[in-house]
């Protein structure tokens, strides 16, 4: 038996497994990235990423 959807909201939006890794690999990168990089330019640009990916 397989899950199909991994998560549900309160306003029933649906999420399967595929999106979850999309989503948690975007997060992890840009995780990098920043740790790599401490400098204020990053720093910003993470922060537009993390933004962009809520809507």
Known sequence: ??????????NNMFFN???????KGRYL?????I???GTLVTK??????LLRLKH
């Open 1 to 10: 038996m397989d899950i199909k959807n991994m998560a549900v909201l309160s």
């Open 35 to 37: 740790q790599h990089s």
């Open 44 to 49: 910003l640009s993470f922060l537009y990423d």
């Open 17 to 23: 497994r595929r999106h979850l890794r999309k989503v």
């Open 29 to 33: 990168y840009l995780k990098r990235r």
